[in-house]
């Protein structure tokens, strides 16, 4: 089992940035791979970004890339997510999620266990 909570959310002002954190607990975090999705209301939940079991491999969404930067810490199974350069269509409720480790990210449905998600709201 793992059990996976998202912290670090808030309100920042459009240009600015923030700093995701996922702590896991349970003994397979280490050997899975870890993913951010998010939801924004009334949208469906989208990929963010995702890192495999070693952290040498990783994969972003296009709409993301060159702003976000996704890293972990297995030593203290941790997740993180970089936010920089926040636009306003970035608001959403970001999740942490982890599954099986593949060579490249391979869709939401290899996600075994997902947080309940923290909100980042970012102003214009």
């Known amino acids: 089992q793992v059990l996976l909570v998202e912290s670090g959310g808030g309100l920042v002002q459009a240009g600015g940035s923030l700093r995701l954190s996922c702590a896991a607990s349970g003994r397979t975090f280490s050997s899975y791979a870890m993913g951010w999705f998010r939801q924004a209301p009334g949208k469906e939940r989208e990929f963010v970004a995702w890192i495999n079991w070693s952290g040498g491999r990783t994969s972003y969404a296009d709409s993301v890339k060159g702003r976000f930067t996704i890293s972990r810490d297995n030593a203290k199974n941790t997740g993180y997510l970089q936010m920089n350069s926040l636009k306003p269509e970035d608001t959403a409720l970001y999740y942490c999620?982890?599954?099986?480790?593949?060579?490249?990210?391979?869709?939401?449905?290899?996600?075994?266990?997902w947080g309940k998600g923290t909100l980042v709201t970012v102003s214009s």
């Open positions: 999620a982890s599954g099986p480790s593949y060579r490249e990210y391979s869709g939401p449905g290899t996600m075994e266990y």
